[in-house]
């Protein structure tokens, strides 16, 4: 797994990794810290001290839910995940809705 590989690295080289990324999922067993950003605001620490509902809904400034269940977490707002929104959303953002010509 590239996850590993990375932690590899890190160790014998002694160096930060930044990873950037919509879903902390496959990254919650190589990361240390987390700076989640939301709503134009930022919050920097652990996965446990960040990836909370009140800290979270005060990020985004409305009510979050995180969800954690078999080894992952999820971080849903009025029963959407809100990552998985995020992500969509970048991917088709000016994309649909148009007709592409050459």
């Known amino acids: 797994m590239a996850i590993d590989v990375v932690k590899q690295v890190c160790r014998e080289r002694k160096i930060t990794v ?3 990324a919509h879903e902390l999922n ?3 067993s190589a990361i240390d810290r987390v700076l989640y950003l939301g709503n134009g605001q930022a919050v920097l620490g ?10 979270l809904s005060k990020l985004y400034g ?3 839910e995180v ?8 971080v ?3 029963g959407s995940d ?3 929104a ?6 088709d953002h000016g994309h649909s809705g148009h007709d592409h010509h050459h």
Not at 67 to 74: D, E, L, N, Q, W
Request: glycine letters at 6%; aromatic letters at 6%; a negative charge.
């Open 82 to 84: 809100v990552e998985r």
């Open 67 to 74: 969800v954690r269940a078999g080894g992952h977490i999820f």
């Open 46 to 55: 652990t996965v446990e001290q960040v990836v909370t509902a009140p800290v």
């Open 76 to 78: 849903m707002s009025h």
């Open 86 to 91: 995020d992500h969509m959303h970048d991917h």
């Open 18 to 20: 930044l990873f950037s």
């Open 62 to 64: 409305t009510e979050i």
């Open 26 to 28: 496959q990254l919650l």
